[in-house]
T-cell receptor, first 113, second 112 residues
Framework: GENVEQHPSTLSVQEGDSAVIKCTYSDSASNYFPWYKQELGKRPQLIIDIRSNVGEKKDQRIAVTLNKTAKHFSLHITETQPEDSAVYFCAASSTSGTYKYIFGTGTRLKVLA | NAGVTQTPKFRILKIGQSMTLQCAQDMNHNYMYWYRQDPGMGLKLIYYSVGAGITDKGEVPNGYNVSRSTTEDFPLRLELAAPSQTSVYFC???????????FGSGTRLTVV
């Protein structure tokens, strides 16, 4: 069945460095790609999303890029800060067919001060 | 605008007991979902609903039931609680199946 692979599972960066998390999806009909941030003990929260008609989207220090040919999308966080430490989940969804909103397995990001 | 409201926040159940986790949203979202998240793990879909009166199973529905009599409410029923159901339960809603989710604050359930 369809799935979303997310890498790496853990990532440690020095404060001020950049972090990149990559997801690969299998369903070529997927056309919506959100990213969620989950701080320890909290609910997941949507931080940025991209649709298939766009190749890149930025919001201050975070950006998402999409490569539909290769079926992968990535989250980029620049100038990382300690408050960026969290688990990040990607997901892929499609308007076609039955409901399919598939989450990746998560990346635990640690920003070292 | 409260978003997605879940109750209770915490609960301890004994094996074999039953309970209902409540979820309500005030955003007029058609889509609602129940996920469970085991410690250090990802999100597993239990049940979802695409509108009032319509529900469907996710990847881990066994031991649970849902109903959707109104657009706002989507309760999750646990029958005959088992230790394997110890988890954090999140309710979420979205405008469509290709929109971001709004999650509730979660219910931390322990079955002993």
């Amino acid at each position: 069945g369809e799935n979303v692979e997310q890498h790496p599972s853990t990532l440690s960066v020095q404060e001020g460095d950049s972090a990149v998390i990559k997801c690969t999806y299998s369903d070529s009909a997927s056309n919506y790609f959100p990213w969620y941030k989950q701080e320890l003990g909290k609910r997941p929260q949507l931080i940025i999303d991209i649709r298939s008609n766009v190749g890149e989207k930025k919001d201050q220090r975070i950006a998402v890029t999409l490569n539909k040919t290769a079926k992968h999308f990535s989250l980029h966080i620049t100038e990382t800060q300690p408050e960026d430490s969290a688990v990040y989940f990607c997901a892929a969804s499609s308007t076609s067919g039955t409901y399919k909103y598939i989450f990746g397995t998560g990346t635990r990001l640690k920003v070292l001060a | 605008n409260a978003g997605v409201t879940q109750t209770p926040k915490f609960r301890i159940l004994k094996i074999g007991q039953s309970m209902t986790l409540q979820c309500a949203q005030d955003m007029n979202h058609n889509y609602m979902y129940w996920y469970r998240q085991d410690p250090g793990m990802g999100l597993k879909l239990i049940y979802y609903s695409v509108g009032a009166g319509i529900t469907d199973k996710g990847e881990v529905p066994n031991g649970y039931n849902v109903s959707r009599s109104t657009t706002e409410d989507f309760p999750l029923r646990l029958e005959l609680a088992a230790p394997s159901q110890t988890s954090v339960y999140f309710c979420a809603s979205s405008y469509s199946k290709v929109d971001g989710y709004t999650f509730g604050s979660g219910t931390r359930l322990t079955v002993v």
